[in-house]
């Protein structure tokens, strides 16, 4: 594809409920990553995938929070048991390879979450 | 862990040089990259930094001394469109693939 692509753009739920947001990365970006940006603040490092793996999972603000990623492509990120605090804009980036520093990250437009 | 400082805001007028500080503290470290984004947008990478001293791009122009854990981001001959914020971010070595951003500068440029 052109870009990374996310869905949906927002999403609007009620507290208590699950929610799964979806990444679509650049076609042949083996590396993939999840951060969270609350208003008029910076980028806050969720979780990080090489190909399926995740090798660093550190950001997950808690257990309800998950993340897979299937055939290297797709990632899904789930939150259960919404709280108001998870509402922000959720990015998702992809890049040519993780492990090396520096790799330009491409970022999708973002989903917007309300928890009401 | 680490953190990473840089100003909240800064205003110039078009045509003017606006330098963006970021000082960091990490226990190891790769390198320094600058993103920018604009309101609603998503982030755009800018440069990345891995050894000291200054790299050019176009108007845009980025230096790291890693003595000082120090880096800045220099905009040139500013244009409303400039206007953004830029974040800068660090790559560490504890966590691979992990980057961790800074608050970020929202530049205002005015005419």
């Known amino acids: 594809g052109a870009g990374v692509s996310q869905s949906p753009s927002n999403k609007v739920t009620e507290k208590g409920k699950d929610v799964e947001l979806r990444c679509d990365p650049i076609?042949?970006?083996?590396?993939l990553y999840w951060y969270r940006q609350s208003l008029g603040q910076g980028l806050e490092f969720l979780i990080y995938?090489?190909?399926?793996?995740?090798?660093?999972k550190s950001g997950l603000p808690s257990d309800r929070f998950s993340a897979e990623r299937t055939g290297g492509s797709v990632s899904t990120l789930t939150i259960q048991r919404t709280q108001q605090e998870d509402s922000a804009v959720y990015l998702c980036a992809s890049s040519l390879a993780g492990q090396g520093a520096g790799n330009e990250q491409f970022f999708g437009p973002g989903t917007r979450l309300t928890v009401l | 862990g680490q953190s990473l400082e840089q100003p909240s805001e800064v205003t110039a007028v078009e045509g003017a040089i606006v330098q963006i500080n970021c000082t960091y503290q990490?226990?190891?470290?790769?390198?320094l990259s600058w993103y920018q984004q604009h309101d609603g947008g998503a982030p755009t990478f800018l440069s990345y930094?891995?050894?000291?001293g200054l790299e050019e791009t176009g108007r845009f122009s980025s230096f790291l001394s890693r003595s000082d854990s120090y880096g800045y981001l220099l905009l040139q001959e500013l244009q409303m469109k400039d206007s953004a914020s830029y974040f800068c971010a660090v790559w560490a070595t504890d966590s691979w693939g992990k980057l961790q951003f800074g608050a970020g500068t929202q530049v205002v440029v005015t005419p």
């Open positions: 995938f090489q190909g399926n793996s995740a090798p660093d």
């Open positions: 076609s042949g970006h083996t590396a």
């Open positions: 930094n891995a050894l000291d």
């Open positions: 990490t226990s190891g470290f790769y390198g």
